[in-house]
């Protein structure tokens, strides 16, 4: 499994032709505690750069992006029951979406760890 990040400050985690989507633990400082996750259904395509998802915090509302083309095979329902559960660990267990990976070459616009991590000392 490898794992990149978008300048959206989303994760995506590819496995095969699967790519699990979440943010990333500097997105959920910047919102403060998450209230609520409105995620789409299976079957939905997304094009790079759409809304796929919408997270909301006691702060602000904010859009997760699909940081590639694909088709959402799964939602994490466990999200729209417990939203606080992205507080607790936004880069595991609170993944947004698994979706079909359409374009791979679309991950190569994205960056490893060091790299994400070099850009967020920048912000």
């Known amino acids: 499994m490898t794992t990149y990040f978008s300048k959206d400050h989303e994760w995506i985690a590819v496995e095969g032709d699967v790519a699990t989507v979440g943010i990333t633990k500097y997105a959920q400082e910047q ?26 915090s006691v702060k602000a509302a904010s859009e997760v992006y699909a940081p590639i083309d694909g088709e ?3 939602a994490n329902e466990v ?7 992205v507080n ?24 490893d760890e060091a790299a994400y991590k070099a850009f967020v000392d920048t912000l």
């Open 72 to 74: 959402v095979v799964e």
């Open 31 to 56: 919102l403060g505690d998450v209230v609520f996750v409105e995620l789409p259904e299976a079957g939905k395509a997304l094009s790079q750069g759409d809304e796929a998802a919408v997270v909301e």
């Open 79 to 85: 999200l729209a029951e417990e939203p606080a559960k």
């Open 88 to 111: 607790e660990d936004p880069e595991g267990g609170a993944w947004f979406i698994k979706m079909k990976v359409a374009n791979a070459d679309q991950l190569s616009d994205l960056m």
